[in-house]
């Protein structure tokens, strides 16, 4: 489901709960559907299960570029996901791990988070706030400070760079003639609602991240997979975002606290997509062209 489908399902469920009906049966009848991959409790509970290191690992290495001996291999999880709990919550990020380093390298600290609000100000304050808050960590009282290589990794849904064509920014602390003075402490933004909306200027692009990312936007629209089958990482993926693999009891605890806006705003852009499709159709507009543009399902298409 895609951010405001979900919403309206989560709507839905708590409504059910409040009027004492049977909750269970009805998650059982959308057990066939995804969840909304980006939300913080459904991220957590698919990115941070110590059985899904692999996807993780996989993500880590694609949103940094890693390649090679660089590559990330056996993260832990600092904070993991509890199967059968509710999982930690705590001020920790959505997800963060280690990961040793042989020799004297210092070990990587590995953030993840998404960010979905458009306040691009307070964003930025935020995110070096919290940044700091991670790097201050790593001193223990009494010792001599000895840093470890900090990479936060933002998936975000606005634009940090709006004029940039890029979609993927490494940030990095540096001087006025672009060198890097600290290489221990980076962010990596990654647009995703830039990559999704200007998905043509991007169709050349094969790296693994837009691999990625393409495969989420198409398990958060319930399209045809059959273009990631066969790949490994991304069959694990399309299975563990299945509604079935979420109790009820665990999807009335998921934060979706402006799940009202997201659903006014679903219905809004529902309507308009479908005026949209209506008026492709009537072009003679072919559905795989009429599906990118609005994101609207084959199956809601050819109903209209």
């Known amino acids: 489901m895609i951010r405001e489908e979900f919403a309206e399902f989560l709507k839905e469920l708590r409504k059910i709960n409040n009027n004492g009906e049977d909750v269970d049966a009805f998650v059982k009848e959308h057990e066939h559907k995804n969840v909304y991959f980006y939300n913080d409790g459904c991220i957590k509970k698919i990115l941070a299960s110590e059985k899904n290191l692999a996807l993780t690992t996989d993500l880590v290495n694609a949103a940094l570029g890693l390649i090679g001996s660089d590559r990330i291999e056996n993260p832990k999880l600092v904070n993991p996901f509890i199967p059968g709990e509710l999982g930690y919550r705590s001020v920790e990020p959505d997800i963060l791990l280690t990961n040793e380093r042989d020799g004297d390298v210092p070990r990587d600290r590995i953030s993840i988070e998404v960010q979905h609000e ?43 760079f709006p004029e940039s064509t890029n979609y993927r920014h490494t940030v990095q602390l540096k001087n006025q003639e672009q060198q890097v003075y600290f290489d221990k402490q980076t962010v990596t933004l990654i647009e995703v609602a830039k990559f999704l909306k200007k998905a043509k200027d991007f169709a050349n692009d094969n ?25 490994p990482i991304f069959r694990l993926l399309q299975n563990e975002v299945k509604l079935c693999n979420f109790s009820s009891r665990y999807l009335m605890t998921v934060d979706m606290s402006d799940f009202d806006e997201a659903v006014a705003r679903y219905m809004g852009a529902l309507n308009n997509s479908k005026e949209i499709a209506k008026k492709m159709l009537d072009a003679n507009k072919p559905i795989e062209e009429i599906i990118q543009f609005t994101g609207l399902s084959e199956k809601t298409i050819r109903e209209l």
């Open 118 to 160: 458009d306040n691009n100000s307070l964003f930025k304050d935020r995110l070096v706030l919290y940044v700091a808050r991670l790097t201050s960590n790593m001193a223990r009282k009494g010792k001599t400070p000895r840093l470890e290589n900090l990479n936060v990794i933002s998936f975000l849904f606005f634009d940090a």
């Open 207 to 231: 790296s693994r991240l837009a691999q990625w990312l393409r495969t989420i936007d198409t398990l958060n629209r319930d399209a045809d997979f059959s273009e990631f089958a066969n790949d």
